[in-house]
């Protein structure tokens, strides 16, 4: 991984004694998008650390009224953000992309045993 992660501050990543962690398989399989993409050159790291701590933020700023806290959904948030502003995926695409995930059934990427 080249992916320069912050250790500290409002993008570092979730860790235990040094290690990331992910709460659920999903959140590892965003972090993964995102590292796998800026190592193919789909954009600069700092641009996608720009949109995280925009949508972090936002998220500090919407106060009460706000969602719970999920680091992984504005990590995802501000991976769209990031793929839409440098034109790696229309809105659209994004869109139908996102809905076929979603109507996958649980489990599908993993082996069933026969």
Do not use: C, K
């Not at 990590?75 to 809105?91: F, H, K, Q, S, Y």
Request: hydrophobic share 40%.
């Amino acid at each position: 991984m080249t992916a320069p992660l912050a250790v500290e501050g409002p993008a570092a990543p979730p860790r235990s004694n040094g290690e990331l962690v992910f709460a659920a398989p999903w959140e590892s399989r965003a972090f993964g998008m995102a590292v796998t993409l800026y190592d193919s050159g789909a954009f600069q790291w700092p641009e996608f650390q720009a949109a995280l701590i925009a949508r972090i933020g936002a998220w500090e700023a919407a106060g009460p009224a706000r969602e719970p806290w999920s680091y992984y959904h504005h990590w995802l948030a501000a991976l769209e953000d990031v793929l839409t502003a440098t034109g790696t995926l229309t809105p659209d695409e994004l869109d139908t992309r996102a809905e076929t995930l979603t109507h996958r059934p649980a489990g599908h990427d993993h082996g069933h045993p026969h």
